[in-house]
C-alpha cells in the first residue's frame, strides 16, 4: 500500500532547517529551504559515512541549485532528487513531500515480496 505519512505541522519546521522523521524503519530528512511551503525530503543516511546525520546538514545554494551538505564530510545531495555532487554512486533516495492542511506528508511506497 502506498499512502501519504503525517509527519509534523509545517510550523514545526523552523525556515532553513531539515527535520529527521523515523518512518517505519526509513529515516527521512525533511528540509524547509525558506520561510513558504516548499520542501525537500531525502534519506537522513550519509552513504559516505554510514551516518544518520543529513538533516543536520548544511543548505546550500550551488549553480542556482539547492544542495544539503553533509554536517561530517560535506558532501553536497541535490534536494530536489538526492544527487551527489561530488560522486554520483553515492547518491540517495529522495521522497514526494507536501503540505495537506499545514501537515507535513511524506509519501512512501511500500514494497511487497
Sequence with gaps: MNQWIN???LENIVPD???CALIGDQ??????????????????IDPFASASVLSRG?????NDVLWIASPL?????RLSDG?????????????????NNGYV????EQHHD
Design 27 to 44: 529515516q527521512v530528512a525533511i528540509f524547509r529551504p525558506f520561510d513558504d511551503e516548499q520542501l525537500f525530503a531525502l534519506s537522513n
Design 17 to 19: 532547517t531539515g527535520v
Design 105 to 108: 506528508q511524506v509519501f512512501l
Design 73 to 77: 564530510k560535506k558532501q553536497r545531495f
Design 58 to 62: 548544511l543548505i546550500v545554494e550551488h
Design 7 to 9: 509527519i509534523c505541522p
Design 83 to 99: 544527487f551527489c555532487l561530488e560522486d554520483a554512486t553515492y547518491s540517495i533516495c529522495s521522497f514526494p513531500v507536501r503540505v
